[in-house]
């Protein structure tokens, strides 16, 4: 059974960093996008960031130039760095990726969710 679990969540003052780590674990024949999501209490979640296998990334105009996103296949895993963070990035932070099983179709799967809290 494929699972992606996150860490790397907490709570940060305004201008800190915080790194998020997802890791896909299971029998996987291979992994194509990867991404991160977040959501925000009243609002829907909305793309942060997302990284094909050939490592092309694509970021929300809110993040552009504050977060990274990066992946190290041989590990399954994809991150996020998070620098210059602002009040408004807090949310709870989803995993997301495009996960081909042995003997399993592709399908999408989600993390449990990571809390960010950004404080003044």
């Known amino acids: 059974q494929v699972q992606l679990v996150e860490s790397g969540g907490g709570l940060v003052q305004a201008g800190g960093s915080l790194r998020l780590s997802c890791a896909a674990s299971?029998?996987?024949?291979?992994?194509?996008?990867m991404g991160w999501y977040r959501q925000a209490p009243g609002k829907q979640r909305e793309l942060v960031a997302s990284?094909?296998?050939?490592?092309?990334?694509n970021y929300a105009d809110s993040v552009k130039g504050r977060f990274t996103i990066s992946r190290d296949n041989a590990k399954n895993t994809v991150y996020l760095q998070m620098n210059s963070l602002k009040l408004e990035d807090t949310a709870v932070y989803y995993c997301?990726?495009?996960?081909?099983?042995?003997?399993?179709?592709?399908?999408?799967?989600w993390g449990q969710g990571t809390q960010v809290t950004v404080s003044s």
């Open positions: 997301n990726a495009f996960i081909l099983g042995i003997g399993v179709s592709m399908r999408e799967y």
């Open positions: 299971g029998i996987i024949f291979s992994i194509n996008t």
């Open positions: 990284i094909t296998s050939g490592s092309i990334a």
